[in-house]
C-alpha cells in the first residue's frame, strides 16, 4: 500500500450524516458562538466577515457534496489550516509578562478562522460533533474577553442548539442506553432525558456558589487600549471634561457653572473640593473592574483645608516613561511593600478625568501611553484624555494590613518623616469644641489605629449619612457645623471630619477622593462602577506600611483580612437588584429552597441508580451482551443502527474500528445460543469481558460515544 493509500485510507470519512435538521441545529450553535466573538470586536474585521458568510456556506456545500469523498478538497484544507496556524504565531512575537493580552486578537482570529475551514468539510456526524466542541472553545475564549452580558443572549441560543444538537446526533445511543429493552424492542425513556439538564443546572449552580471565581488568584491578561489620545494641555495638568466649564484645564476664572457638569460628573475630580457642594452624581455606569477582592478605586488626595474647601498644596510632577509595564516609585511617605500584588484591569465606560484609578499602592501600570505624570501624593495623571473605551491595568503593591499590624505601626509612637508632618498635620483654626471632642473620644484608645476605629465607631453612632441637609452657611466651620450643629452630612464632610479631628490628634491624615468597589457581577465576575459610587474618604499615614484607608460610611476590608470570592458571591444581591420581590424571600428561605432542591437531586439520582440496577437484573442475557457490545461501538464513534443484526454489526465493527478477530465468532456463538434458547455460558462470559478490556476506550470517547 503506497504512502498516498494510506493517507486517504486514514483520512477515509465517516458515514454521511443525511439528517438536515441535526446539520441546522449545529450550523445554529457555531454561528451563535462565531456572532458572540464577533460582538464583542476582539478579532479583525475580515476574519469576521468572513466567518459570518462562509460558514453557513460551507456547511450547504458539506451537505451537498457529503457522500464524496473530496481528497483534494481535504488536502487544501489542511494547507489553509498550517497557513493560519503560521500566521497565528508569526503575529505573536516576544511575549512577556503582562502582554499576554496581545493573543487575544489572534487567538480569536485563529478560531474563526479554523471554523470556517472546518465548515468547508463536514460530511459526517463524527465532523459535526467536533464542529459543536468547537464552537464551545470559541466561547470559551469569548468568555475570558467579555466583560459585560452582552453575549448573553448568544450563549442561550449556543446551550439550546447544542443541547438539541447531542440529542439529534447520539438518538440511537440514547434509546440504546437510556431506555428499557422490551423483548426486541426499545423504549427511550425521555423522562429521563428532560429530567437531566434540571440536574445539570442544578449541579452547576452549585458549583458556582461554592468554586472560587475564576481569574483572581493571579492575573493572565493585562489588557490595554486607548480609543482617542486627545491631549489634555500641559504635561500633568488636570482635567475633567465631564464638569463642564469647571473643567480644572479651563482655568479657575471660568468656575462658575458647576450646575453644567455632565450628570454623572463629580466635582470631586479636581484640584478644589467644596465640602458645602450637594450635588451628586447619577446611576451611569462609569466603568467595570476585574479585581481578585473589592477596595477603594482611588484617584487622588487633598492635604489642605482652610474650614470647607480641600486643595493641594503640590501640583508639580514627573514624568514617567518607559515600556510596558511603567514602574511606578512610591511617593512621599509610602514604602515598597512585599510581593502581595492585587491586580485590577479597568473598562471605562464613560469619558472621565485624566487621573489613573487604581488601589493603593499603585507600583505598576499597564497603560496605552508609554508617559505619564506623578504628583508628590502619589497621584497619576495621563497626558491625553481618557474616553469611553479606555482599558488598562494596575498593579498594586500593598502590605498584608491588619489591626495587629496597624497597632504595632503608631506614628505617634515611632514619629513620622518632615515631609509628612508638614504637610498632613496642617490645619487651620480648629473650632476648640472639635479638638475636645476628638480627645474625649479618643481618650481610652491606646493606639493610633484604636483612636481611627474610635472615632469611626462614634461617627456611625451619632451622625447620619444624607443628602437632604441645608446648604453650608458662610463663613461656618464645616467640621464644626457637621459634628455639633446637623449631625447629618454626606461622605465628604464625613471624611473630612475624620481628617479633622485626627490630625488635631497628632495623627497624619488626608482626603481621598475616587469610587467605592460598587457592585459585583457575579455573572462576569467585575465590579460594575456607577457613577453614584464617587466617594471620599480619610486615608491615615502608618510608618512601614504607608497610607490606609478608613471611612465610617463604606466598609471595605483591610487587604490581610480579605478572603477569596467564590464565583457565586453577590449573586443574591445582584438578583434581588433587578427582582426586589426576591427580597422578600429572605436569606433562609433561600437556603431552604436550595437545600430541598439539592436533596430532591441526590434523591432523584439515587432512585434512578436503584431502578436501573433493577433493569439490568431483569434483562435477559443476550439482551445485556448486545448491550455492551453496542457500548463498545459507540464509544468508538459506530452506534448500531436499528435494522442492524448484532452479527451485522459485529462484522462492521471488525471492518471498522474495532479490529478484534475474535469480535465476530464471540458474537455468532452468542447469537447461537439465543436463537437455541440456552442460558448464559461463563467461557462465552469470559471472552466478553476480554474482548472489553482488549479494546482502548478512553474516557473522552466514553463520554461521546454513549
Known sequence: MSFLQRVKRANRAGLPEDSVVLRSVVLVAVMAAVVGLVVEEVAGGVASAMALVAIPAGFALSHRFRTRDLFGLKAALAVGLVLVLMNFFAGLGPVTRGDFARVQVPLAELFLWVQVLHSMHVPSRRDLMFSLVASGVTFAV??????????????????????????????????????????????????????TPFVVMLVALAAFLVLPAAGTSRAFTFPVELPRSESVGAPGSLS???????????????????????????????????????GRPDETLVMRVRAPGPD?????????????????????????????????????????????????????????????????????LYFP???????????????????????????SARSAATPDLLRAADPLVFGMPEPVAARYL?????????????????????????????????????????????????????TDHYLFQTRQGFCEQIGTSLVVMLRSLGIPARLAVGYTPGERNPFTGLFE????????????????????????????PLSGDGGGFRAGTGLGEWLRARAPWLGTVGAWSMRVVMAAAGVASVGFVLMRLVARRREAARRHWYDAAALRIGRLGAARGRPRRPAETLVEYAQALRDGPIPDPDLVPLVSELSARRFRGLGPDAGLQRELAELEARVPVSAWQRLVGI
Open 142 to 195: 469569548t468568555a475570558v474577553v467579555s466583560v459585560s452580558l452582552r453575549v448573553a443572549p448568544f450563549l442561550a441560543v449556543w446551550v439550546v442548539a447544542t443541547v438539541v444538537a447531542l440529542a439529534l446526533g447520539y438518538r440511537r445511543s440514547l434509546v440504546a442506553h437510556a431506555g428499557e429493552v422490551v423483548g426486541s424492542r426499545s423504549r427511550p425513556r425521555f423522562r429521563t432525558l428532560a429530567v
Open 296 to 364: 477603594f478605586w482611588r484617584a487622588q488626595s487633598f492635604d489642605v483645608w482652610d474650614g470647607r474647601t480641600w486643595t493641594i498644596s503640590d501640583e508639580t510632577t514627573r514624568i514617567l516613561s518607559g515600556g510596558s509595564p511603567l514602574i511606578i516609585p512610591p511617593a512621599v511617605g509610602e514604602w515598597v511593600l512585599g510581593p502581595d500584588e492585587f491586580i485590577q484591569t479597568f473598562y471605562l465606560e464613560t469619558a472621565g478625568p485624566n487621573v489613573v484609578f487604581g488601589a493603593n499602592r499603585i507600583s505598576e
Open 426 to 478: 496642617q490645619l487651620p483654626e480648629v473650632p476648640e469644641r472639635v479638638v475636645e471632642l476628638a480627645a474625649q473620644i479618643t481618650a481610652d484608645a491606646p493606639t493610633t489605629y484604636d483612636k481611627v476605629r474610635a472615632i469611626e465607631e462614634w461617627m456611625a453612632a451619632n451622625t447620619t449619612y444624607t443628602l437632604d441637609i441645608p446648604p453650608l452657611p458662610p463663613g461656618v466651620d464645616a
Open 369 to 395: 501611553d508609554r508617559q505619564l505624570n506623578q504628583l508628590s501624593d502619589g497621584t497619576l495623571r495621563s497626558n491625553v484624555e481618557l474616553g469611553a473605551g479606555t482599558v488598562y491595568t494596575v498593579v
Open 240 to 278: 475633567n471634561p465631564t464638569l463642564g466649564a469647571a473643567d480644572p484645564k479651563l482655568g479657575r476664572s471660568q468656575r462658575d457653572a458647576i450646575g453644567t457638569r455632565e450628570a454623572y460628573g463629580y466635582f470631586g475630580f479636581t484640584d478644589s473640593l467644596d465640602t458645602g457642594i450637594r
Open 529 to 556: 462602577v456607577r457613577a453614584y459610587d464617587a466617594h471620599s474618604w480619610a486615608e491615615v499615614w502608618f510608618p512601614g506600611v504607608g497610607w490606609q484607608g478608613f471611612d465610617p460610611t463604606a466598609a471595605v
